[in-house]
């Protein structure tokens, strides 16, 4: 069985440029999430969805940050305009629904440098 | 809003010896889980607790959630070259179900030969 794969696995971009970051989850499985990780600290939430509606965007940082899953499989994540603090690295998971919910599976992750 | 405080932020071992790193909130949570990043790798979920009290092993790793479900540790024995990596422990809180996971800061574990 496949995991979860995120696409690129590192991008560097100047201030002002736009980034699109994907997500593949694994096959089935209706939530998925976006979490990031700033430099040294801890893996936040951005947002979740299940199939292709947005449960919980409570996480996302500002406007500037746009995810789409539409059809419910894949997912992007597009940064616009990046700014120096949104550099880090993002982690896309996804888990099946009803009880196994809370059951993780997170993606290598894509690291973002924004010069 | 809700946070873990984990710690050690990082450690240095020899081989062969012992690690213990936990994770502390004022928050109450109702599952505890811990996980291991590798460089270039994504997290992977090592132990994962759903009641108070309970003591979880797995092969050289065990973990225990707090009586309080404020607390948790994880304790690697006989540590070997391949448990280095970052080690996180996150919470699911009865407020945010659903996968929204709140994670301590990371435990950066490095052994020495």
């Known amino acids: 069985e496949a995991g979860v794969t995120q696409f690129p696995s590192h991008s560097v971009i100047e201030k002002g440029q736009t980034v699109t970051l994907r997500c593949d989850p694994i096959s089935g499985h209706d939530n998925l999430y976006w979490y990031r990780r700033v430099m040294g600290k801890e893996i936040k939430f951005l947002l979740h969805f299940v199939k292709e509606s947005k449960q919980d965007e409570s996480g996302m940082p500002n406007n500037r940050f746009l995810a789409e899953r539409t059809g419910g499989t894949y997912s992007t994540l597009k940064v616009q305009p990046a700014e120096l603090e949104d550099s880090g690295v993002y982690f896309c998971?996804?888990?099946?629904?009803?009880?196994?919910?809370?059951?993780?599976?997170f993606g290598a992750g894509s690291r973002l440098t924004v010069l | 809003g809700q946070q873990l405080n984990q710690s050690p932020q990082s450690m240095f071992i020899q081989e062969g010896e012992d690690v213990s790193m936990n994770c502390t909130s004022s928050?109450?949570?109702?599952?505890w889980l811990w996980y291991k990043q590798e460089p270039g790798e994504g997290p992977v979920l090592l132990i994962a607790?759903?009641?108070?009290?309970e003591l979880t092993s797995n092969g050289r790793l065990t973990a225990q959630f707090g009586i309080t479900r404020k607390d948790s540790f994880l304790n690697i024995s006989a540590s070997i070259p391949s448990d280095v990596g970052i080690y996180f422990c996150a919470g699911l809180s009865i407020y945010n179900q659903g996968g929204k996971l709140i994670f301590g800061q990371g435990t950066e574990l490095s052994v020495k030969p």
């Open positions: 607790l759903y009641k108070a009290g």
């Open positions: 998971a996804s888990s099946q629904g009803g009880a196994g919910a809370n059951v993780l599976t």
């Open positions: 928050s109450i949570f109702n599952t």
